[in-house]
């Protein structure tokens, strides 16, 4: 297994691909819900539960509210604003701007709007930059899917070898046990002597302690398995033991060129690493739109009140009668007095209350026109932004390129590994064969006198060896050829 340790997280990913909808179904009714999980059952759970995949949802439900945001630029902004307070002193009337010494309340209201007419084409290509920035997060999800998908079936996988080694090792115990039954019969019968004895009972230890590694294996690959689907661990947890059938000795291999060249097309974290390229590069022109002017259209209205505020309605005159100043008048003789009379008429200020919204209705303002920011100098911040957005490009790049390089790599070693699988299985089951025709030859000759327990374990432990040797050659072989099916975009389902 260590060969293929590092080759089962390529497999992972597509050995439930074929019957993703049967799996659906059973998920609706409950994963494990019969107490034994298959492989679909498992993914299809931790595809909805695992937490890692949850929040790469949320990533993409964020890049989907960035969207909708910078479509919803374009639209005009509208903000109302007031206040209301008491004055006491000195301060200036807000209704007619004269000094006032009072108490009084006051109150300002307003609205004002502004729609954006250019910006440099900024608002265009953050809309496709938020698109291209969304479709790569369903492809992020995707691949977070995958990950998971990769966990998932490495366990799983890696509980139906140790079952597996289980079986031999079970196998091997027994006839072990066996042989040691008709040995001690014969020692008691005096046809052999005591170490022969000795000798099975220290291989059947060996035999045992063979099993119970494969069983802690497959414990530890339950509790794993359990662990990535966030279920609280029990021993009544159990997996469904697929059918997989011997592999083909001669397959058909196809060029590793050739299926890099089909991955290209599928593989959804390339797909990703294009899509964040082609993001960066309108983010440059975003950088670069801050170089233009800006034209907005604005409008407004505001109104004010102020509680000692009167409402002006006009003037009257008013006759207060004659007065009799004290002035004396004389002729040119001066030998008679008369007294003047002046009429007191007055005019005087008429108004009424004023109340809140008459005041606000008799006070409204309104605005409109145009405004135009034209950049000159702000501390170099549009230069620095371009310089940042393009190297954001250049990383970008780097990560396409790397995500390329890492898939070709990939493949081309999943290229030879399955050549290199598919010599050895060939040598692993002819291996069996020969191995398990000595193991029976000696069994007879055991049984006969004519070898002894040390060379008849010699033997028998290179059985266990070749057993053991094509169980790990069988799935590392077919698992070799799955990565292949895998990146060819083929039902990888057995």
Request: proline share 3%; net charge neutral.
């Given at each position: 297994?260590?060969?293929?340790?590092?080759?089962?997280?390529?497999?992972?990913?597509?050995?439930?691909?074929?019957?993703?909808?049967?799996?659906?179904?059973?998920?609706?009714?409950?994963?494990?819900?019969?107490?034994?999980?298959?492989?679909?059952?498992?993914?299809?759970?931790?595809?909805?539960?695992?937490?890692?995949?949850?929040?790469?949802?949320?990533?993409?439900?964020?890049?989907?509210?960035?969207?909708?945001?910078?479509?919803?630029?374009?639209?005009?902004?509208?903000?109302?604003?007031?206040?209301?307070?008491?004055?006491?002193?000195?301060?200036?009337?807000?209704?007619?701007?004269?000094?006032?010494?009072?108490?009084?309340?006051?109150?300002?209201?307003?609205?004002?709007?502004?729609?954006?007419?250019?910006?440099?084409?900024?608002?265009?290509?953050?809309?496709?930059?938020?698109?291209?920035?969304?479709?790569?997060?369903?492809?992020?999800?995707?691949?977070?899917?995958?990950?998971?998908?990769?966990?998932?079936?490495?366990?799983?996988?890696?509980?139906?070898?140790?079952?597996?080694?289980?079986?031999?090792?079970?196998?091997?115990?027994?006839?072990?046990?066996?042989?040691?039954?008709?040995?001690?019969?014969?020692?008691?019968?005096?046809?052999?002597?005591?170490?022969?004895?000795?000798?099975?009972?220290?291989?059947?230890?060996?035999?045992?302690?063979?099993?119970?590694?494969?069983?802690?294996?497959?414990?530890?690959?339950?509790?794993?398995?359990?662990?990535?689907?966030?279920?609280?661990?029990?021993?009544?947890?159990?997996?469904?033991?697929?059918?997989?059938?011997?592999?083909?000795?001669?397959?058909?291999?196809?060029?590793?060129?050739?299926?890099?060249?089909?991955?290209?097309?599928?593989?959804?974290?390339?797909?990703?690493?294009?899509?964040?390229?082609?993001?960066?590069?309108?983010?440059?022109?975003?950088?670069?739109?801050?170089?233009?002017?800006?034209?907005?259209?604005?409008?407004?209205?505001?109104?004010?009140?102020?509680?000692?505020?009167?409402?002006?309605?006009?003037?009257?005159?008013?006759?207060?009668?004659?007065?009799?100043?004290?002035?004396?008048?004389?002729?040119?003789?001066?030998?008679?007095?008369?007294?003047?009379?002046?009429?007191?008429?007055?005019?005087?200020?008429?108004?009424?209350?004023?109340?809140?919204?008459?005041?606000?209705?008799?006070?409204?303002?309104?605005?409109?026109?145009?405004?135009?920011?034209?950049?000159?100098?702000?501390?170099?911040?549009?230069?620095?932004?371009?310089?940042?957005?393009?190297?954001?490009?250049?990383?970008?790049?780097?990560?396409?390129?790397?995500?390329?390089?890492?898939?070709?790599?990939?493949?081309e070693q999943a290229h030879v590994d399955a050549l290199a699988a598919q010599r050895r299985y060939a040598a692993a089951r002819q291996q069996v064969n020969?191995?398990?025709?000595?193991?029976?030859?000696?069994?007879?000759?055991?049984?006969?006198?004519?070898?002894?327990?040390?060379?008849?374990?010699?033997?028998?432990?290179?059985?266990?060896?070749?057993?053991?040797?094509?169980?790990?050659?069988?799935?590392?072989?077919?698992?070799?050829?799955?990565?292949?099916?895998?990146?060819?975009?083929?039902?990888?389902?057995?």
């Amino acid at each position: 297994m260590k060969k293929m340790s590092n080759k089962v997280l390529l497999l992972a990913l597509g050995l439930t691909l074929g019957g993703l909808n049967s799996a659906m179904a059973q998920q609706q009714q409950g994963a494990g819900s019969d107490g034994i999980w298959s492989l679909q059952e498992a993914v299809e759970y931790a595809k909805a539960n695992n937490l890692n995949v949850r929040q790469s949802s949320l990533n993409r439900e964020l890049s989907r509210a960035d969207l909708v945001q910078s479509r919803n630029n374009r639209l005009p902004s509208l903000n109302a604003n007031g206040s209301y307070g008491f004055n006491t002193g000195s301060f200036q009337d807000p209704v007619n701007f004269t000094l006032t010494t009072d108490n009084a309340w006051s109150a300002n209201g307003g609205i004002n709007a502004s729609l954006p007419l250019f910006a440099g084409f900024q608002q265009v290509n953050q809309i496709k930059q938020q698109e291209l920035s969304l479709e790569a997060s369903e492809q992020e999800f995707l691949s977070a899917q995958n990950d998971i998908t990769i966990q998932i079936v490495t366990a799983y996988l890696n509980i139906l070898f140790a079952n597996e080694q289980m079986a031999v090792s079970d196998l091997q115990r027994n006839l072990t046990n066996q042989q040691l039954s008709r040995t001690r019969v014969l020692f008691k019968a005096g046809s052999l002597a005591e170490n022969s004895v000795l000798d099975l009972e220290s291989q059947l230890a060996t035999d045992e302690l063979n099993y119970i590694t494969a069983q802690n294996q497959r414990d530890i690959s339950r509790l794993t398995l359990m662990q990535l689907l966030n279920i609280p661990t029990t021993e009544e947890f159990q997996v469904e033991i697929p059918n997989i059938p011997e592999p083909d000795a001669n397959p058909v291999i196809v060029n590793g060129s050739q299926v890099y060249d089909i991955a290209l097309q599928t593989l959804p974290a390339i797909k990703a690493a294009d899509l964040r390229l082609r993001s960066t590069e309108k983010g440059v022109e975003v950088a670069q739109g801050a170089y233009y002017p800006r034209l907005s259209l604005f409008a407004g209205a505001s109104s004010r009140y102020l509680s000692t505020s009167r409402f002006f309605t006009g003037t009257e005159t008013v006759d207060l009668g004659s007065n009799r100043p004290q002035i004396v008048y004389y002729d040119n003789n001066r030998t008679r007095s008369e007294t003047l009379y002046f009429p007191n008429i007055v005019t005087q200020r008429l108004d009424e209350d004023y109340p809140l919204f008459r005041q606000f209705e008799g006070n409204l303002a309104t605005r409109v026109g145009l405004s135009l920011d034209i950049p000159i100098f702000n501390g170099f911040q549009v230069r620095t932004n371009v310089q940042r957005a393009k190297l954001q490009q250049q990383n970008a790049q780097l990560n396409a390129d790397i995500a390329r390089n890492n898939l070709r790599q990939t493949i081309e070693q999943a290229h030879v590994d399955a050549l290199a699988a598919q010599r050895r299985y060939a040598a692993a089951r002819q291996q069996v064969n020969a191995s398990e025709k000595n193991f029976r030859n000696a069994e007879l000759r055991l049984q006969s006198g004519v070898i002894n327990t040390v060379d008849f374990n010699v033997v028998a432990n290179t059985y266990r060896s070749a057993q053991s040797n094509l169980v790990q050659a069988k799935y590392d072989y077919t698992f070799k050829l799955k990565v292949l099916d895998f990146y060819q975009g083929k039902d990888l389902s057995f």
